[in-house]
């Protein structure tokens, strides 16, 4: 079992940044492909980044591509999501999930929510406008 908490929501002005980060407890993630997902209110969850268990591949989504970065610290058995530049319609509870890959899958990376599993509870990140 993998416990996973978010941190780092909050309310911003936009134009404004916040870093989420994503701890996990009970396994290391280090054998774990990570992604973050987000939804707003009234809409369905919605992919946003994903990693491979080493860091190597990256995936956005074409609506946060250049604004957001995702990193992970497997030492420190967390990821963490830096967004910059928010706009209003970042506004969402932003979620993050790990599934478990086996060793030899270095590049191995996921947007298919259904493909997870593990979540957190999910931080709320709000921009003003």
């Known amino acids: 079992q993998v416990q996973l908490v978010e941190s780092g929501g909050g309310l911003v002005q936009a134009g404004g940044s916040l870093r989420l980060s994503c701890a996990a407890s009970g396994r290391t993630l280090i054998n774990y492909i990570m992604g973050w997902f987000r939804q707003a209110p009234g809409k369905e969850r919605e992919f946003v980044s994903t990693i491979s268990r080493s860091g190597s591949t990256i995936y956005y989504a074409d609506s946060v591509k250049g604004r957001f970065t995702i990193s992970r610290d497997n030492a420190k058995n967390t990821v963490y999501l830096q967004m910059n530049s928010l706009k209003p319609e970042d506004t969402a509870v932003y979620y993050c999930?790990?599934?478990?890959?086996?060793?030899?899958?270095?590049?191995?990376?996921?947007?298919?929510?259904?493909?997870?599993?593990?979540w957190g509870q999910g931080t709320q990140v709000t921009v003003s406008s």
């Open positions: 999930a790990a599934r478990r890959v086996p060793e030899y899958s270095t590049y191995v990376t996921s947007s298919r929510e259904y493909e997870y599993d593990y």
